[in-house]
């Protein structure tokens, strides 16, 4: 049974049943992945995930249920979970089926050449990664993973108020871990490429940034354990990012666990910084056009030049704030509830190349990774203490590899200090994105 069919009768059976307002929210997912290892297939996937959600109105409160089959047999279930999950509504407020924007962004994020790309053309991609990155030192010992990935998901929202909406996207992502080693000294690294256009990816490129990435890490020396001079590069500075992106959201500032709760129209930032959710990137990983109500996609300004301008609102939030969803409700998949989430949150890059940050820096700190982000960060407080990898860096050039670090500090104090920006945004195989950002001051401590 297609969606259409389907809907229809859900719609029809469910009006019966004593609904009035009905929406369902489709989403079809198709992976493919291939792993290597010393040029052999380690690991390959092929999958296809689909299911259905069902929201309804039933004496004036919203039920839920979802489903992964269009089958008549699903029909009836839906409709009697979601009244089950009407009744244990405890809250006052009643959530709305949305009737529809006046105007649609159109948009295309869905490659066709993509598409055709054979599973065959994609194995030989990633052995040729593979060898590529052997080739380049006899000091790279392994691959931790040697990963390509495409996936393909396809969107569709139905309500019984006329509004009928659909996205399609799609993206492959090269993936690849390099271990080097010399002596008794082992290090690694992380390299990624998404994009829509398969013929651009270059393997002998990935391999050599990837490889020398790695090695570039070898020969690891102490410092002195003080507050130095940052710079956060792109991925490290997008990640820490991302960790405290949620307290943008509404949600958090009515739950009173975000610190940008009154602060709308106030200075949260240093005025070189500007932090916007735009959904129509090409290649954006949550590009969209619609959100998971029904709201057309919008370009929203949460920060500009340092003043909280917005919060991120769906139709529940806005209206507890008195003001208007911004679109921005959010489904993890067709088995949640709604919630508010980002589509591509970034910091708005300026125009300093990389090495020019290095250069105003001068001497300092060159972060390239964090990790304990989940542990070591309280999203709270804005508060941190987390494991870096990185560099040392002098007269504004990398002087040497810096062994295991810690950086502490506080993300909103962090924000004030802002003293650069680079022109180099990036998105970490996440939908936050950011240049590399260079920081007046952290605490860096070596053990």
Known sequence: ?????????????????????????????????????????????????????????????????????????????????????????????????????????????????????????KIQLIKEIEREIYAV???IVATDYCMVRTESMTKNLINNKGLSLSDKMNHITVMVEVIVKDGEETKTSFEFVVTKDFHSLNAKEIA?????????????????????????????????????????SAENTQAGISSLKDKLGKQIATDKITIVDHPFLEDGLASRTFD???VASTRVTLVEEGILHSLLHNQKTAKKDSTVTTGHAHKDSYKSAVKVGPSNLYIEPAHSSFDELLA????????????????????????????????????????????????????YQL?????????????PLTPVGSPSILVKSLSVTVE
Not at 23 to 31: G, H, L, R
Request: proline residues 2%; aromatic residues 10%.
């Open 360 to 411: 105003a820096m001068g001497e300092g700190v060159l972060i390239t990774g964090l990790s304990g982000l989940h542990s070591g960060a309280n999203t709270v407080s804005g508060d941190f203490s987390l494991a870096a990898n990185g560099y040392y860096v002098k007269d504004g050039k990398i002087a040497f590899p810096v062994n295991l670090m810690t950086i502490a500090g506080n993300f």
């Open 1 to 121: 049974m297609n969606i259409q069919e389907f809907q229809a009768k859900l719609f029809s059976q469910a009006v019966c049943s004593g609904f009035t307002d009905v929406e369902i929210y489709y989403e079809n997912k198709e992976i493919f992945g291939c792993q290597v290892f010393k040029g052999e297939i380690d690991q390959y996937e092929i999958a296809e995930d689909s299911g259905v959600s069902f929201r309804g109105i039933i004496n004036g409160k919203m039920g839920y249920a979802y489903s992964e089959k269009l089958d008549d047999a699903s029909i009836p279930f839906l409709i009697e979970n979601a009244k089950e999950n009407a009744r244990l509504v405890q809250e006052d407020e009643v959530e709305e089926i949305f009737a529809g924007s006046a105007q649609y962004e159109k948009a295309s994020f869905y490659s066709s050449s993509l598409n055709e790309v054979t599973a065959a053309e």
């Open 137 to 139: 030192d006899p000091r």
């Open 208 to 248: 050599k940034k990837a490889a020398d990435e790695a090695l570039s890490q070898l020969g690891s020396r102490n410092i002195e354990s003080k507050d130095y001079p940052v710079l956060l590069r792109n991925d490290a500075a997008a990640h820490l990012l991302a960790t405290y992106a949620a307290n943008f």
């Open 415 to 427: 924000l004030q200090d802002v003293e650069e920006i680079g022109s180099d945004l990036t998105f």
């Open 292 to 294: 998971s109500e029904g």
